[in-house]
């Protein structure tokens, strides 16, 4: 199967500091990443879907300037989290895809808290 | 309407009964569907992907899917307490490169 590394697993930040997040295709190139947020005992809401050499498209509602995400390369998608505060705090998730298969995979999420 | 619905439960079954989901879509143009496993905490993993109707099975899993009645389901056969865990459905509409939806999930409770 294809595998989807995320890091940092946890991360604790204060308030109005950045956190970046970054995800990687080990074991495949990945076309388009996706961005994902969670919060408790709902499901994924999808913010960005970034393909690589381009801009990611934000789904509405996400603040680009708020939530920068940069796919340089086709292995690795970073999410920076800019000038967090609290109601930021949540289950950040990406997943990969190849060009040619449908199955997106998921990397390990990564729970930020901002004190 | 949301564009995928599923019964967010919770659904409970006895050890080694046969664990039925259930999830449905909107977009008739829908060409992928999958079924997700997610542990509390944890991200989602995938478990079973189908395109075409008719049932697709892998192990104890099977999935089903109508088309023409915008359904696709999961049956996990002897259901184990390792199974509890929310289940999501997602789909791949007809229009969107590679983006899925998801449903808001299934929680399943396999009870010794």
């Known amino acids: 199967g294809a595998v989807v590394s995320q890091h940092p697993s946890w991360v604790i930040c204060k308030s109005g500091t950045s956190v970046k997040i970054e995800c990687r295709s080990l074991?495949?190139?990945?076309?388009?990443m996706f961005w994902y947020r969670q919060f408790p005992k709902q499901s994924l809401m999808l913010m960005a879907t970034s393909n690589e050499g381009s801009k990611a498209t934000y789904e509405q509602g996400v603040e680009k300037d708020k939530f920068l995400i940069n796919h340089a390369s086709l292995t690795l998608s970073t999410l920076t989290v800019t000038s967090a505060h609290p109601e930021d705090s949540s289950f950040y998730i990406c997943s990969a895809k190849r060009q040619v298969r449908a199955e997106a995979f998921f990397g390990q999420g990564t729970r930020l808290t901002v004190v | 309407q949301k564009e995928v619905e599923q019964n967010s439960g919770p659904l409970s079954v006895p050890e080694g009964a046969i664990a039925s989901l259930n999830c449905t879509y909107s977009d008739r143009g829908s060409q992928s569907f999958f079924w997700y496993r997610q542990y509390s905490g944890k991200s989602p993993e995938l478990i079973m992907s189908i395109y075409s109707n008719g049932d697709k099975e892998d192990g104890r899993f099977t999935a089903q899917l109508n088309k023409a009645s915008q359904y696709v389901s999961l049956l996990i056969r002897d259901s184990q307490p390792s199974d509890s865990a929310t289940y999501l459905c997602a789909v791949k509409g007809g229009t969107s490169y590679g983006k899925l939806t998801f449903g808001q999930g299934t929680i399943l409770t396999v009870h010794p």
């Open positions: 074991d495949f190139q990945a076309t388009t």
